[in-house]
């Protein structure tokens, strides 16, 4: 029996596009398989053209373009032992992780965000030292001195191209915020910008309030940023008008696990919090330059369908992968991602004392070369 020819380059670019990218070895091991079956009759010329194919970046942007959302490859988060805070990485990936499981191998590395294929780190509490990091590229750029008092700050990192789909923001220029408080007795919050193309901190405001701020990852709504100072007040911080304003969680909701700031598909703020064994979804009815005219309550999520919880165990909410639904708890049985629409439930680690996770969403194919 004769073997069929070759698939054209287009066919195959059409099949392989359809590959989820939840796993990033897919594409490569589905190559690999079909070079295998028929390297007898094609050795050569499967081998380079499906290669070709795989890392032409013209093929790359529109695998990105035909899936849309970028995959969760993983989570940074801060493991705590005897006078250490370690940034680590989880994957959630089977195979082919893009980020060795031990990022620093230093004392007092704090994960502050991790947003648009990047990660902002700061050295010790006082963010004596920030970089931004791309754990695809491998490139990282460390921030000039922001030349600020002592304090308690958190931080967000964002693509600052105007227009950009986020699908691949490797390489190009990027916003760094720094949002906190010098000391209590300042009654002072303050938030810095920073310019990667300027290559310095370009803009700077305050607002009189306590500087109390809470390390979870922030939410970014139309440019704007949202930051958590505790379970009962959140910092928005207005990029184009460069100023703070402060927005309380709903009155009718007491967390008993904590909150994390989610975008809405409407492009409004939404919050997660926990009560008992059920997770409770909030949205603003109104989102403007003006601040919220209130909080509606749009559903909740039963944990104990999927989750082996015991009678009265602590369920703490600890990060939300944006743009994703997915939403992170720690238990005394694991840490688990939640899909809000869905309910269903993942194990992604063993239970620890962690402050928070970072999600890490990018894509990510073995073996090439992402075109900036």
Not at 323 to 343: C, H
């Amino acid at each position: 029996m004769a073997w069929p020819p070759e698939l054209i380059d287009d066919a195959t670019a059409e099949i392989l596009i359809r590959l989820p990218p939840d796993e990033p070895a897919h594409l490569v091991r589905a190559v690999l398989v079909c070079v295998k079956q028929i390297h007898d009759f094609y050795p050569l010329s499967v081998c380079t053209s499906w290669r070709r194919i795989l890392t032409d970046p013209a093929f790359l942007h529109r695998y990105r373009a035909f899936h849309g959302t970028p995959p969760l490859l993983g989570f940074f988060d801060v493991a705590t032992g005897p006078y250490r805070v370690v940034p680590s990485f989880t994957p959630t990936v089977q195979q082919a992780s893009p980020v060795p499981h031990r990022t620093f191998d230093c004392a007092d590395w704090w994960t502050l965000d991790c947003r648009h294929g990047r990660v902002l780190f700061g050295l010790s509490l006082y963010m004596e030292r920030l970089v931004v990091w791309d754990p695809i590229t491998g490139d990282h750029q460390e921030l000039p001195d922001p030349r600020i008092p002592v304090g308690n700050y958190t931080g967000a990192v964002l693509c600052s191209v105007r227009g950009c789909d986020h699908l691949s923001c490797h390489g190009g220029p990027f916003h760094v915020v720094l949002a906190g408080g010098y000391n209590c007795e300042d009654n002072t919050v303050r938030a810095h910008l920073y310019s990667s193309e300027a290559g310095t901190w370009i803009a700077s405001t305050h607002l009189n309030l306590e500087p109390h701020v809470i390390r979870r990852p922030s939410a970014c709504i139309g440019g704007d940023i949202y930051f958590q100072l505790s379970d009962s007040m959140i910092l928005r911080y207005h990029a184009e008008k460069n100023g703070l304003s402060v927005i309380h969680p709903p009155a009718a909701h007491t967390s008993e696990g904590g909150i994390v700031l989610v975008p809405m598909e409407d492009g409004s703020l939404g919050l997660v919090g926990v009560r008992g064994s059920r997770l409770c979804l909030w949205s603003t009815s109104l989102n403007n330059p003006e601040g919220i005219a209130g909080w509606v309550r749009c559903g909740d999520v039963e944990l104990m369908t999927g989750i082996p919880l015991m009678p009265y165990s602590d369920v703490y909410i600890v990060g939300s992968a944006e743009g994703l639904g997915i939403v992170f708890v720690a238990t005394e049985v694991g840490r688990f991602a939640i899909e809000l629409k869905s309910g269903r439930e993942r194990k992604v680690d063993e239970p620890g004392i962690y402050y928070a996770i970072f999600p890490f969403v990018s894509f990510y194919t073995p073996g090439t070369m992402l075109a900036h």
